[in-house]
């Protein structure tokens, strides 16, 4: 019976040990099971993960590439600036209240601000910018205090600067931060967030050119998030550089003379070889250094707040009424049409009385002219002798040259936002208007609903200089990267070719060179050279006419074409032909003299 009851116990001790040895076996394997799937599947998710709590990459912007004018005048460039980084990791509550009190008057930025840029880092748990060019000061008081801001860190990096500030700052543009609904279209082109971009000129339509290629470091942090060593960098590549067509000095002549003259205008003056743009300003002008730092700045809000729309193009985006000016595209029509006989005379009294309705329309001169010719009537503007002459031309046929000559569509200039214009007839035909004798009066001499643009203007007077030859207008001339790899753009390239008549020719150049010779163009006068112009001044419901004049010289072998508007400036050959005089003597080399010339007249 012992015996049996031994046997027994035996047996069940040996399948405890049996069932514990069964158990064990089975979590050796759960844990190995584990491992391997911890190891060989999750391993390099759980890698990413550890090394995340002890580094971060920061994005090392690539340098823009510098835009440059045609004589190395360098007129966008970068400089090295210091950038206050921020990481949440391993930071409490208490730790965020203190950079907040410590660093907010030491980066001149408001508690609310800095705490906004805070949490944008704590929710994307990453690294961010909270300020951008901080001075030397400033970040000097940042590594005195490193121990007191937690999380916070410096680096140097290359921003965007403009080191003549407004010089052409309407060609040019600015950058600024790139917007998450850019991003979600840019990202795939190697752009991240916090990016500068192009926002306007060339700075937006050359971007992907300019902006280059991003480098980064991968920076080890400790519990505080505060940088410990530079585990690995890779350098940016710059973006390439940018030669414009554009001469630096001319540009800033054009920008002075329009600041002078109080008013806002325009000034454009193309290469009648080529066609490329020599100046192209707009004033009032802004300073694109402005729009770099962080947030937004009470100098920026009043750019933005501004009734003169510093920030508007107007020699590509202004819509204007020519004025006399236009009297070229209808001399043009009549001369070529056989509607104008350069001999026949008209009796200027001051008016035109039109119809059985009797409607009066004015001269601009209200005693008249007396009798004039084609040349005269040119020279001194007469309006009664193109109010008579344009309804022998009609409307149609001062449409047909008009669009010949570029009016109503985009010049095709390289910057974002050209406007058309606008051409009356068939605008008005396409609404169902009646076009009327008195509409075709003030075609004939640009009034009316016709609008063009500066640019528009001077395209159209490299066509006249250039007797129909029309060239593309351009800015960027080549791209060249730091390997000294050129990229050709602006190429010289005919648009279209206006085919007229010598006589055509002879008789418009003579007119348009008698205007500056004795006419209402005398302040555009050039010793010794022969210049070719017209005034124009173009009425306004608000206010004052707008001043207009055109010009190229020398007539015989074109160097350069120029058009001036000066808006509620008055007369054009008071207010603008001086500034073109200036404009004209520094493209062709006879320097500077502003002020000089023949007396000013009141002229239209």
């Not at 209240?97 to 994307?124: F, G």
């Not at 991240?192 to 920076?219: A, C, F, N, T, V």
């Not at 002798?385 to 109503?408: D, M, P, R």
């Not at 609404?431 to 004798?437: F, K, P």
């Amino acid at each position: 019976m012992s015996f049996e009851w031994g046997a027994s116990e035996q047996g069940t001790r040996a399948q405890r040990i049996h069932s514990l040895i069964a158990i064990l076996i089975t979590m050796i394997g759960a844990c190995l099971l584990r491992l391997a799937y911890l190891q060989l599947i999750r391993g390099r998710a759980m890698e990413e993960a550890s090394e995340s709590n002890r580094t971060q990459l920061v994005v090392e912007r690539a340098p823009r590439g510098r835009i440059i004018d045609r004589n190395g005048m360098v007129l966008a460039d970068d400089r090295p600036v210091f950038v206050a980084l921020f990481t949440p990791m391993g930071l409490s509550a208490g730790d965020i209240q203190a950079v907040l009190d410590r660093l907010s008057p030491v980066i001149a930025i408001s508690r609310a601000e800095l705490e906004h840029r805070l949490q944008l880092a704590i929710r994307s748990k990453s690294m961010l910018r909270i300020s951008d060019r901080l001075t030397r000061e400033q970040a000097f008081r940042i590594l005195q205090d490193r121990t007191h801001l937690p999380g916070v860190s410096l680096s140097v990096e290359q921003q965007r600067f403009y080191p003549g500030g407004m010089l052409a700052s309407h060609v040019l543009g600015y950058v600024g931060q790139i917007a998450d609904e850019e991003l979600e279209t840019m990202s795939d082109e190697g752009y991240h967030s916090g990016d500068w971009i192009g926002k306007s000129g060339l700075e937006r339509l050359y971007d992907s050119m300019l902006h280059g290629q991003d480098g980064g470091y991968l920076i080890e942090v400790d519990a505080r998030g505060r940088q410990v060593r530079v585990i690995r960098h890779v350098p940016p590549q710059a973006g390439k550089d940018l030669i414009l067509t554009l001469d630096g000095q001319l540009e800033e002549l054009a920008e002075r003379r329009l600041r002078e003259s109080g008013e806002p205008g325009a000034a454009v003056v193309l290469d009648p070889k080529t066609g490329g743009v020599l100046a192209l300003a707009s004033s009032p002008g802004f300073d694109p250094n402005l729009f770099l730092p962080l947030g937004n700045s009470e100098e920026r809000n009043r750019l933005l707040r501004d009734p003169r729309l510093p920030l508007y193009n107007r020699s590509i985006q202004a819509l204007y009424a020519p004025g006399s000016t236009f009297k070229i595209i209808t001399s043009l029509a009549g001369l070529q049409e056989k509607r104008i006989d350069p001999q026949d005379t008209v009796d200027c009294k001051g008016s035109y009385i039109l119809g059985k309705e009797r409607r009066v329309f004015h001269c601009w001169k209200p005693k008249g002219h007396g009798t004039v010719n084609f040349r005269r009537a040119l020279a001194e503007s007469c309006d009664v002798y193109f109010y008579v002459e344009g309804l022998k031309i009609g409307a149609e046929l001062i449409e047909k040259y008009a669009k010949q000559f570029g009016f109503g569509q985009r010049t095709g200039i390289d910057l974002p936002s050209e406007k058309r214009g606008l051409l009356p007839y068939a605008w008005k035909e396409s609404i169902g208007q009646h076009w009327s004798s008195g509409d075709t009066l003030n075609y004939a001499i640009g009034q009316g609903a016709l609008q063009v643009t500066p640019l528009q203007m001077a395209n159209m007077l490299v066509g006249v200089a250039n007797r129909g030859i029309f060239w593309q207008p351009y800015l960027v001339s080549e791209a060249r990267g730091l390997s000294h790899d050129v990229q050709r753009f602006g190429v010289p390239r005919v648009t279209s070719n206006v085919t007229l008549s010598d006589f055509t020719w002879e008789e418009l150049s003579s007119g348009l060179t008698e205007v500056v010779r004795n006419g209402t163009g005398v302040a555009a006068q050039l010793p010794g050279i022969d210049v070719a112009g017209k005034s124009g001044t173009a009425q306004t419901p608000h206010g004052r006419e707008h001043g207009w004049f055109v010009a190229y010289a020398p007539v015989a072998d074109p160097q350069a074409a120029c058009v001036v508007i000066i808006e509620h400036g008055g007369h054009g050959g008071s207010v603008a032909a001086p500034i073109v005089h200036d404009l004209l003597a520094m493209s062709l080399g006879k320097g500077e003299v502003t002020g000089s010339g023949p007396a000013r007249i009141q002229s239209d």
